[in-house]
């Protein structure tokens, strides 16, 4: 259907998103590199992206065509994603590259987090959907498949991952140059791992109340984004964010510009309507949406009989209005609260919440945020243009 210009992302507006998508070896987004010719939208919604890589059989080519689609057609008002291919000159390549190695040596000043991490943002409009659930276990669920998981609770005030995953302990630091990095706490889970930093590893116990103002919370998660060593070989980061549209929200979305977001609401419809706002200060921040998840959507009694407690339908409603894929729906089960309280996501163990979760990783991991496809990559540019440099450095010192 034709769109109105007032629904339109404009030019600009699709830079911005297509900043969001990260050139997996050079570790910068593709509008930075000089990637990006050109990207328009006529009066149908249909986007044309033009990009420009560094050789034209470029074996990361299928990963960002995906990224760009991925991003762009999220977007309210592109009805299609059409793109373009060119090759750069040497000169562009030559300046691709020096500003691929001069990030590589800012890179600590800005996040920490690897250039190839998928990072998740788990997002609610409002507290009590069981967003925090949700990260547990869609963390536990990734790294029982045996990928690295860092879990990042954002969420300053209202910490609950560190029990709900079980792990306890005191945040530690190293020192690397001049600069002192916080070790985030360790769980293993099955062939996989999970990373984990929160407030809760630095308070004295647990019932200890943060009084902090915007600024400090905001600071506080800058400092987890950027002093933490995540580890280049990080599969996926979740971030427990807190719930609503505020400081840290945007403070984080400045930060990370490639991350996504996954909303968890429930059934109710009060709680849909308040989700739909997380959608779209995602979205003016530039951020693309990946799905939905819907907590508590039924309870199922041992004797075959289905009860929606709270309501139904806003999971799928919130989905449809917002134009994005309804991941999954977890059914009310009292094993989730007791696995919260003990330490033992029930996503490891057997149910229907179990199934659930799992179900949910699957998608991600297919669908949703599939980790880049670096596999079979040969080219590794900016290792080579690396090594040729501390080359030229070696001779030069003798």
Not at 101 to 114: A, C, D, H, K, L
Not at 330 to 351: H, K, M, N, R, Y
Request: aromatic letters at 4%; a negative charge.
């Amino acid at each position: 259907m034709p769109t109105s210009p007032a629904d339109r992302p404009t030019p600009e507006a699709l830079r911005q998103l297509l900043r969001g998508v990260i050139d997996p070896e050079l570790g910068s987004d593709i509008v930075e590199l000089g990637m990006v010719r050109g990207a328009e939208i006529d009066d149908d919604g249909a986007v044309t992206v033009t990009i420009a890589l560094t050789t034209s059989g470029c074996p990361l080519r299928a990963q960002i065509q995906r990224d760009v689609r991925t991003r762009v057609g999220s977007a309210p008002g592109v009805t299609s994603v059409a793109l373009e291919w060119d090759e750069m000159t040497q000169a562009e390549k030559s300046s691709a590259m020096a500003k691929a190695r001069f990030n590589v040596s800012q890179r600590e000043e800005e996040t920490s987090i690897g250039p190839t991490t998928q990072v998740v943002l788990v997002a609610s409009g409002k507290g009590g959907v069981g967003k925090s659930s949700v990260t547990a276990n869609l963390a536990a669920a990734l790294a029982d498949r045996g990928l690295k998981v860092g879990v990042l609770d954002a969420d300053v005030w209202g910490f609950s991952i560190p029990r709900m995953l079980g792990v306890s302990g005191r945040l530690s630091g190293v020192t690397e140059g001049e600069r002192k990095r916080i070790v985030p706490l360790e769980r293993q889970v099955g062939d996989g791992l999970l990373r984990i930093v929160s407030m809760g590893f630095l308070v004295e116990d647990e019932e200890s109340a943060l009084m902090w103002r915007g600024l400090m919370l905001n600071r506080g998660v800058q400092h987890f984004l950027q002093d933490v060593v995540w580890g280049d070989d990080l599969d996926y980061l979740l971030v427990d964010m807190p719930p609503g549209t505020g400081d840290v929200q945007m403070g984080v979305a400045k930060m990370v510009p490639r991350a996504q977001v996954v909303v968890v609401t429930t059934p109710a419809v009060a709680a849909q309507k308040v989700a739909i706002r997380a959608v779209s200060m995602a979205r003016k921040s530039y951020l693309r949406v990946a799905g939905v998840i819907e907590n508590m959507t039924a309870f199922h009694c041992e004797h075959g009989g289905t009860y929606a407690l709270f309501g139904s339908g806003g999971g799928e409603t919130l989905a449809h209005d917002a134009g994005i894929p309804l991941l999954g729906q977890v059914p009310i089960e009292a094993a989730v609260s007791a696995g919260g309280d003990a330490g033992e996501p029930v996503v490891l163990g057997d149910g229907p919440a179990a199934d659930a979760f799992r179900a949910i990783a699957e998608r991600t991991v297919t669908e949703a945020v599939p980790p880049p496809m670096m596999a079979g990559c040969s080219a590794r540019m900016l290792d080579a243009a690396m090594a040729a440099f501390d080359d030229l450095d070696a001779a030069a010192d003798a």
